[in-house]
């Protein structure tokens, strides 16, 4: 039942962001929905965890393209740390930095319709993006962190940055990341 309320709470925010948009709706029984919609930036881990430290039980609903890499591993471990579920619905992606936030549910569910993706860490110079090794390596020791497989931080960071890895129902034995549809 709250998995429904979920859906519709998450689907009322979603149209009107476009910036990262971090907030919570009270799902009843003591769980609570925190979507986290838009560009992740710095700042946000800030803006997630006062929401966190507020909700013993949470669902955390993802619609992102990603953003930057450090708030996105510390909204991931806060997550985990709390034993919180993360979900991507119908219809929305969550991408980049966003895909790596998803891994860190202590359980994870992907709507039929929903898209998950990685691709490796980078930065940009003169309007180019360049893989960087140092970005992999951080990604590479927060998957270890939550306990994933090396297959999985070889999944997270085997596409090049302009183009991303799409998470199926066929392929998370090979990615190593278990997941509800």
Same mark, same amino acid.
């Given at each position: ?14 149209? /009107? ?43 955390? /609903? ?9 708030? /996105? ?30 891994? /860190? ?77």
């Amino acid at each position: 039942m709250y998995r429904f309320a979920a859906l519709l709470a998450f689907l009322c925010l979603a149209p /009107a962001a476009k910036a990262a948009e971090i907030q919570s709706r009270d799902l009843g029984d003591g769980v609570h929905l925190i979507t986290v919609i838009g560009t992740i930036e710095a700042g946000d881990e800030e803006r997630f965890r006062t929401l966190a430290l507020r909700h013993e039980q949470a669902i955390v /609903a993802l619609a992102s393209e990603g953003g930057a890499l450090t708030p /996105a591993l510390e909204i991931g471990r806060l997550i985990n740390l709390r034993g919180y579920v993360t979900a991507v619905f119908n219809s929305f992606t969550c991408s980049s930095a966003c895909a790596l936030i998803w891994t /860190a549910g202590t359980k994870r569910f992907l709507h039929a319709g929903g898209r998950v993706g990685f691709h490796a860490s980078h930065y940009e110079s003169g309007g180019r993006k360049i893989e960087g090794g140092i970005g992999n390596a951080l990604v590479g020791r927060y998957l270890t962190q939550l306990g994933m497989a090396e297959r999985t931080i070889i999944f997270s960071t085997m596409a090049t940055p302009d183009s991303i890895t799409w998470l199926t129902k066929e392929n998370k034995e090979q990615a190593g990341i278990s997941f509800d549809v």
